[in-house]
């Protein structure tokens, strides 16, 4: 059994900031890649951010130069730090790992998402 757990999301203005830690535990082995999507209202989830256990990192076009994700692979904790939100930024952000157990399997685990809202 593994577990994704979120913290982090809130209420900012635009331009204001927010940091979203997920942290991993349970039988882990090892964790693969890590990543953030978010969903908002009325839409599909999204990839927002993924970052490889060995600290290569993506983005979705949306957020490039503004979010910046990181890892810390001894607490098996994933972040996402969000600089000058915008409106259009509000979702809620869940958490995905693929985490070697050590059963072991290889599972793909998601948190229960956390909300982000940027209101003016």
């Known amino acids: 059994q593994v577990q994704l757990v979120e913290s982090g999301g809130g209420l900012v203005q635009p331009g204001g900031s927010l940091r979203l830690s997920c942290a991993a535990s349970?039988?882990?082995?090892?964790?693969?890649?890590m990543g953030w999507y978010r969903q908002a209202p009325g839409k599909e989830r999204e990839l927002v951010a993924g970052?490889?256990?060995?600290?290569?990192?993506n983005y979705a076009d949306s957020v490039k130069g503004r979010f910046t994700i990181s890892r810390d692979n001894v607490k098996n904790t994933v972040y996402l730090q969000m600089n000058s939100l915008k409106p259009e930024d509000t979702a809620v952000y869940y958490c995905?790992?693929?985490?070697?157990?050590?059963?072991?399997?290889?599972?793909?685990?998601w948190g229960q998402g956390t909300l982000v809202t940027v209101y003016s």
């Open positions: 349970g039988s882990i082995s090892s964790i693969n890649a």
């Open positions: 995905n790992a693929v985490i070697v157990t050590t059963g072991p399997s290889i599972v793909g685990s």
């Open positions: 970052i490889t256990s060995g600290g290569s990192t």
